[in-house]
Structures are given as C-alpha cells and as structure tokens.
Nanobody, 124 residues
C-alpha cells in the first residue's frame, strides 16, 4: 500500500483548502482512513478519521465544524475539506490507513501505512 497526499499550499486565514489522498494497493474499502497533522515542535495528532464505508467520522475538537473528511471507495481516494482556516492550522498534513473499521480516534501507533506529508501554511 502506498498513500500520496496532495493539495497543500499557502492560504490566508479564513480561506479553504481541499487535501486529497490516493490509496494505491488492494482492499481500500477494508481500511479505515485518517488525517494527521504535525506542527513545528509539536507531536503528530490525529484530526479526522473515517470508517470503511464512510458512515462514521471522528474529528478532533480543534477542527470540528471546520474540517470534513470523506472518501470515495470507487476511486480509492480520501479527502479533507478544510474551511475557515486559522494560522494555528499550519502544519504538515499526513494521510494514514489502518486495517481496522475505525469508529473514533486513531492513535499513531496503530497506523499501518503513512503517506508523505503535504504542507499547509495559513497566513494571518
């Protein structure tokens, strides 16, 4: 399995970005998917997860109401729509996969596959 995230960039506070992650491999539908982020000097944190079929989603309090995770099992894609961005959202964002259903937060230690990060910078 390989994951490739894209869509990062520079945006002004209040703006929006949409991150995409391509899952290359078999059995995408059998993996719970997640987005993590890591800001400079901080630990990597789980910010959003989505279950196999997309029916269950989890959001960290820091992004709840502003970010939306979704997946397209026909295209092996997972997305993160980020609205109302704040400077504190500046981080490297990572796509992750775990071979479990995922009905809540995903600890980094339970991630099976990581993608390379994409940098999101939010200017004030």
């Amino acid at each position: 399995v390989q994951l490739q995230a894209s869509g990062g960039g520079l945006v002004q506070a209040g703006g929006s970005l949409r991150l995409s992650c391509t899952f290359s491999g078999t059995n995408f539908g059998g993996h719970g998917m997640a987005w993590f982020r890591q800001a400079p000097g901080r630990e990597r944190e789980s910010i959003a997860t989505i279950s196999w079929g997309g029916g269950t989603k989890y959001y960290a309090d820091s992004v709840k109401g502003r970010f939306t995770i979704s997946r397209d099992n026909a295209k092996n894609m997972v997305y993160l729509q980020m609205n109302s961005l704040k400077p504190e959202d500046t981080a490297v964002y990572y796509c992750a996969a775990a071979g479990v259903p995922l009905y809540g937060q995903l600890p980094a230690a339970r991630v099976d596959y990581w993608g390379k990060g994409t940098l999101v910078t939010v200017s004030s």
